[in-house]
T-cell receptor
């Protein structure tokens, strides 16, 4: 158990409204990631963080922003949700111990529907 | 740029039969390779990984995968499939530099028939 909690697990919202998804980890890992999963696309990286207040863009970052004000929380915000952002969002962490080899550990996902 | 191809979108296998899921990757250096499994409504669970050493790696649930550099492949195998193996399987490639940006394939959905 990687100690990752995502909230909310399910959300339905309307086009144009802001949405924030939260990822909380209990393991004090440095690296955190947000992916989205869509049929036919697998998982695609949205944003990632390599420390408090240190974030960078992934391959599908348009329309998303992130924040990390403390180690345990990584927030993904859709400033103005669109129907194309209907997806399942996964948070992940990488452990960085001496014997680790970079595998990602995933949360259980947040299903977002934008009407 | 890194990329991963999983050519089979769906595969149906009879229970007890052997399984091979294909994965081809494109990467300029020695890759870190992973197979993940996702049951419906769940997150992704790591099955196995390769980053160096023996090219045949063993994973959980009786799965194994073989890294073939000459073919840029990392196919997943299981000698005898169980009904509980029905799920979606993702291959991923990355480069571990103290940080990991995995690139995933589009997935293969495994159906197990009685």
């Amino acid at each position: 158990d990687a100690g990752i909690t995502q909230s909310p697990r399910h959300k339905v919202t309307e086009t144009g409204t802001p949405v924030t998804l939260r990822c909380h980890q209990t393991e004090n890992h440095r690296y955190m990631y947000w992916y989205r999963q869509d049929p036919g696309h697998g998982l695609r990286l949205i944003h990632y963080s390599y420390g408090v207040k240190d974030t960078d863009k992934g391959e599908v970052s348009d329309g998303y922003s992130v924040s990390r004000s403390k180690t345990e929380d990584f927030l993904l915000t859709l400033e103005s949700a669109t129907s194309s952002q209907t997806s399942v969002y996964f948070c992940a962490i990488t452990s960085t111990g001496q014997k680790d080899t970079g595998e990602l550990f995933f949360g259980e996902g947040s299903r977002l529907t934008v009407l | 740029a890194q990329s991963v191809t999983q050519p089979d979108i769906h595969i149906t296998v009879s229970e007890g039969a052997s399984l091979e899921l294909r994965c081809n990757y494109s990467y300029g250096a020695t890759p870190y390779l992973f197979w993940y499994v996702q049951s419906p409504g769940q997150g992704l669970q790591l099955l196995l990984k390769y980053f160096s050493g023996d090219t045949l790696v063993q994973g959980i649930k009786g799965f194994e995968a073989e890294f073939k550099r000459s073919q840029s492949s990392f196919n997943l195998r299981k000698p005898s499939v169980h009904w509980s193996d029905a799920a979606e399987y993702f291959c991923a490639v990355g480069a571990w530099t103290g940080f990991q940006k995995l690139v995933f394939g589009t997935g293969t959905r495994l159906l197990v028939s009685p």
